[in-house]
């Protein structure tokens, strides 16, 4: 049995989350794979069919498009949002760049529950236009979804299509993503696993997106909004594992996950977490130049380009609150485990 199972089976136990899946391998392939859990508490086993919401796991999927725009010269990273978005020319957003968006430099806050006072997209477009800036551009790594939803805003006027075509066209279609996208269907989302009892909507979520700021929006963008399956997550990985040449010119991709903020406090690549060398969320078993993301729904995955390892991991650490943090602990013990399984020898292992 693997130990990756035992590992997530003890997290269900804690109640930390009702369902968790795994993939962790390298680009030769898949070393370990699996499920454990129920979709929700007290609802269907998982059967690998299973629908995440990934969270902000969503951003740098939105970001391989990005790039990918800029490999075809649609957008540059020096563009600013006023060459893209006029509502923006007389505002002190103008002149920020597009590279400073995807690296999170750009001063624009984040994590700002703009849905409560702003109930329509309008509304909450033109608060997120408002919002002051709070530290200078350049000066400071602070992660922020505010500058997301306008960098997908950006990519949509670039690119002259609305978002989750544009996902669908530069990442989803070439790696053969086949379920995953914004807004599930609804055959789809009865395999969803289920997220928070929101008290904002007043029931339990499930195949919606969890993030509030998100469905104001009406379920795309930037920042949160894709779900998928084990299987796709899966063939992500693979991909950045190999150097996603499916997806990238080379020296596009390795712009991408090279770090952009070198002399501050944390290490930011191009829509990518770089890995902190303290309280880095997946600890310190990948490299220095390890690279991933997390999403707040518990979800993650993480590549290291040096060994090409990758860990896949999705959970529904929500489920039914989110004041659960348990999945700080579990994820780092995940890595640590999935770090070992991975220099492991031998043919790969399934467990289910």
Not at 202 to 231: I, K, M, T, W
Not at 245 to 259: I, K
Request: net charge negative; aromatic share 6%; hydrophobic share 40%.
């Amino acid at each position: 049995m693997s130990s990756l199972r035992d590992l997530l089976a003890a997290g269900r136990e804690r109640e930390v989350y009702s369902a968790a899946a795994w993939s962790v391998g390298d680009a030769a392939g898949t070393r370990d794979r699996g499920w454990t859990g129920t979709r929700s508490w007290g609802g269907e086993p998982l059967d690998g069919t299973d629908l995440w919401d990934l969270a902000s796991v969503t951003k740098p999927v939105v970001g391989l498009a990005v790039m990918a725009l800029v490999d075809t010269g649609a957008l540059r990273l020096a563009d600013t949002i006023g060459d893209h978005l006029p509502e923006y020319r007389d505002g002190d957003k103008a002149e920020l760049t597009v590279g400073q968006l995807l690296a999170h430099t750009s001063g624009i806050p984040g994590q700002v529950p703009l849905y409560r006072e702003h109930p329509s997209r309008a509304s909450l477009l033109e608060a997120i236009r408002l919002l002051p800036l709070t530290a200078a551009p350049g000066t400071r790594v602070q992660y922020s979804s505010q500058g997301f939803i306008i960098l997908g805003l950006i990519a949509e006027a670039a690119a002259g299509e609305t978002l989750d075509v544009l996902v669908e066209r530069l990442v989803c279609g070439p790696l053969g993503m086949t379920g995953t996208g914004f807004r599930p269907a609804a055959e789809a989302r009865r395999r969803a696993v289920a997220t928070e009892d929101c008290p904002w909507r007043g029931r339990v979520v499930v195949g919606e997106v969890h993030d509030e700021n998100a469905v104001v929006l009406g379920g795309v963008g930037g920042h949160a909004g894709l779900f998928a399956p084990l299987a796709d997550m899966e063939r992500l990985a693979l991909s950045l594992a190999g150097g996603a040449r499916e997806l990238l010119r080379p020296d596009t991709f390795r712009q991408m996950t090279a770090v952009h903020s070198e002399g501050l406090a944390l290490r930011r690549c191009l829509a990518w977490q770089g890995q902190d060398p303290v309280d880095s969320p997946v600890g310190r078993s990948f490299g220095p130049r390890s690279y991933g993301h997390t999403g707040f729904t518990g979800t993650s995955v993480w590549i290291d380009p040096d060994t090409t390892r990758y860990a896949v991991l999705l959970t529904n650490r929500v489920h039914p609150s989110r004041t659960t943090d348990g999945i700080v602990a579990t994820r780092r013990a995940f890595h640590d485990a999935a770090s070992r399984r991975a220099e492991a020898t031998g043919q790969p292992e399934t467990a289910t």
